[in-house]
């Protein structure tokens, strides 16, 4: 959250371009099947989805994590904002992840949040190859997350999507939790 307070003045001081078109491509490759009958969906997260994804949210992070609804209507109607989310076969919201497009270029992944109940089904993984693909059509090459220093399994995820740590940010979290700074080229 402190990253977007730094960065949202950079971004009002200068005039957005307009985003490309929204050609997300539907069909069998942003459909996943990991347990019979169970299917998932890739879809764009937009702003309809605002509270069903602050909702959701609210489940994936306790303990000082978790944005607020006015934090999620600003990342969801942001010009620069890369999004996505997963559903199920009804429709459900199980996961998300929120990306920006920073002025220098660089792609920052916001958030990404998978409901416990759907965790452990490569769907955090699904989430970020997609916003990266998302980053790579807007010329984005350099992609930047901050994660908790005690979320080893999502370290290990990043790691394994060719993440580095760069940097330990101490006391980064609002309720006093160091963070770890992971960066990876998409080139």
């Not at 990991?34 to 764009?44: A, E, I, K, S």
């Not at 994804?53 to 904002?81: H, I, K, M, N």
């Not at 199980?94 to 792609?107: A, K, N, Y």
């Not at 930047?144 to 006391?171: D, F, H, I, M």
Request: aromatic share 8%; glycine share 6%.
């Amino acid at each position: 959250m402190a990253v977007l307070k730094k960065i949202r003045s950079r971004w009002l001081s200068q005039t957005p371009e307009p985003p490309p078109p929204t050609d997300y491509p539907a069909g069998a490759a942003n459909v996943v099947s990991l347990v019979p009958d169970l299917r998932y969906d890739v879809r764009p997260l937009s702003i309809s989805q605002l509270d069903e994804c602050w909702r959701l949210d609210q489940r994936c992070f306790v303990d000082g994590e978790a944005y607020s609804r006015d934090t999620f209507e600003y990342l969801l109607t942001a010009p620069e904002s890369v999004s996505y989310r997963v559903v199920t076969q009804n429709g459900s919201m199980v996961g998300f992840v929120i990306g920006l497009m920073e002025p220098d270029h660089t792609g920052h992944i916001t958030t990404v949040g998978v409901a416990p109940d759907h965790r452990r089904r490569h769907l955090a993984k699904r989430l970020m190859l997609k916003v990266e693909e998302g980053f790579r059509r807007r010329n984005i090459r350099i992609v930047r997350l901050e994660v908790r220093a005690l979320n080893v399994s999502a370290q290990q995820l990043y790691l394994s999507l060719g993440y580095t740590v760069t940097q330990r940010l101490p006391k980064y979290y609002s309720n006093g939790g160091d963070g770890l700074l992971m960066v990876k080229s998409l080139e």
